[in-house]
């Protein structure tokens, strides 16, 4: 069994310690007036809103130029250049640009704190953070703590949100295993079949007898759910106080086609995935159960969430929607003037109201309100091909 490289950072922890200790053992004075207390989530030079400052972070692949489209203002920050990135993930605050060498870090400027009962709203500058050159980067999955990055095969390189917060990219953590996904306090693995929770200093957290035999992609669900891809179907880990469980979910039987990239909104318990050339994997993971819909050939995809529908671009550039559950045509829309470029494939970028489709050949992007027919709400037009797209604020 495989083990981490070196001791993750426990920052939050010894500051914990530290302050305890201080408290113990010192006379008591009288109490001074309490400064104003900062809302959970700000940091300096951030402002507070009201609601959210939803941003998209835009990329091109050819150029490596990196633009941030306010959606609220529609103002276009250019950020410059950087190494052409392959792919870009976000934890919600930040992009990752994945790279041959590493990542660049681009903060987007907008970011949001859920408290469960009430939310922060918070706004600042875009602004290019830096680079991680840890090698070829795969896979990206953000915690509140920290954010993994994996290659191909491994290993997991951590960065510490609280040093990304601050503006800078932190030395990263290493683990030889990956690739890992965060779940609660620790990193879900796969390690020769066997499903492994660690923490950060590397001590095993579980070892469910669950296994996953070619492990594929995998998704951080939301803080306390993540789900890994397998041969048979997918594994389901999930944390509650403290304790993990993994639960197992095989294909329907009768299945030819195993599942691709998964995509979802943020926070969304379901997800779907490309079935080859039959149609959309659809994984809910809150019952869980699978379900196959019969779309036909999807380049891109994405399920909103219990109370919506997937989405699903055809490889003539058609937008339809599915009802999640009984696979129910709902709309369609001829998006793109032309067939979609293999060699430049869009992704749907899905929030609570809106959808974002980009069509790197014309330089655009699409906001969709798919809860109205797949009315195409706004067009942005960019001075840059939108290879790579994510959202960032929500």
């Known amino acids: 069994m495989r083990h981490p490289k070196n001791r993750g950072p426990r920052l939050l922890a010894s500051l914990l310690v530290t302050t305890s200790l201080a408290a113990c053992g010192t006379t008591a004075t009288p109490a001074e007036p309490a400064p104003t207390a900062t809302p959970h989530g700000y940091v300096p030079g951030a402002?507070?809103?009201?609601?959210?400052?939803?941003?998209?972070?835009?990329?091109?692949?050819?150029?490596?130029?990196?633009?941030?489209?306010?959606?609220?203002?529609?103002?276009?920050?250019?950020?410059?250049?950087?190494?052409?990135?392959?792919?870009?993930?976000?934890?919600?605050?930040?992009?990752?640009?994945?790279?041959?060498?590493?990542?660049?870090?681009?903060?987007?400027?907008?970011?949001?704190?859920?408290?469960?009962?009430?939310?922060?709203?918070?706004?600042?500058?875009?602004?290019?953070?830096?680079?991680?050159?840890?090698?070829?980067?795969?896979?990206?999955?953000?915690?509140?703590?920290?954010?993994?990055?994996?290659?191909?095969?491994?290993?997991?390189?951590?960065?510490?949100?609280?040093?990304?917060?601050?503006?800078?990219?932190?030395?990263?953590?290493?683990?030889?295993?990956?690739?890992?996904?965060?779940?609660?306090?620790?990193?879900?693995?796969?390690?020769?079949?066997?499903?492994?929770?660690?923490?950060?200093?590397?001590?095993?957290?579980?070892?469910p007898e669950t296994r996953c035999t070619d492990p594929g992609d995998a998704t951080a669900v939301e803080s306390e759910v993540a789900m890994i891809s397998c041969a048979d179907g997918a594994v389901i880990v999930s944390e509650e106080d403290g304790k993990y469980r993994t639960e197992h979910v095989p294909y329907p039987e009768g299945a030819t086609e195993a599942a691709g990239e998964f995509a979802h909104r943020r926070g969304g318990a379901v997800l779907a995935a490309p079935a080859g050339e039959s149609g959309v994997w659809v994984l809910d993971t809150a019952e869980p159960a699978w379900s196959l819909l019969d779309t036909g050939p999807a380049v891109a995809t994405t399920a909103v969430g219990a109370d919506g529908p997937v989405l699903a671009l055809d490889p003539g550039g058609v937008l339809r929607a599915f009802d999640a559950e009984t696979g129910e045509e709902l709309a369609e829309i001829s998006l793109f003037e032309d067939a979609v470029e293999q060699d430049t494939p869009p992704v749907i970028e899905v929030d609570a109201e809106r959808a974002y489709v980009n069509e790197a050949a014309t330089r655009t992007v699409y906001e969709v309100d798919y809860r109205d027919g797949l009315r195409v709400a706004r067009t942005f037009e960019l001075d840059i091909a939108p290879t790579h797209l994510v959202e960032t604020g929500r």
């Open 47 to 207: 402002t507070e809103a009201a609601e959210p400052r939803p941003r998209l972070v835009v990329a091109d692949s050819g150029s490596g130029e990196v633009r941030v489209l306010d959606l609220l203002t529609e103002d276009v920050v250019e950020l410059g250049k950087v190494e052409p990135p392959r792919d870009v993930h976000t934890d919600g605050r930040f992009a990752y640009l994945a790279t041959s060498s590493g990542v660049h870090v681009v903060d987007g400027g907008a970011w949001t704190v859920d408290h469960g009962d009430h939310r922060h709203y918070y706004h600042a500058d875009p602004a290019m953070v830096g680079a991680a050159r840890i090698g070829p980067v795969d896979d990206v999955h953000g915690a509140d703590w920290g954010t993994a990055l994996s290659g191909p095969d491994g290993p997991t390189a951590v960065l510490d949100r609280a040093v990304l917060d601050d503006g800078t990219v932190p030395e990263p953590a290493s683990f030889e295993a990956g690739p890992g996904v965060p779940v609660g306090d620790g990193l879900v693995f796969v390690v020769d079949d066997s499903v492994e929770v660690r923490d950060l200093d590397g001590k095993l957290l579980a070892e």
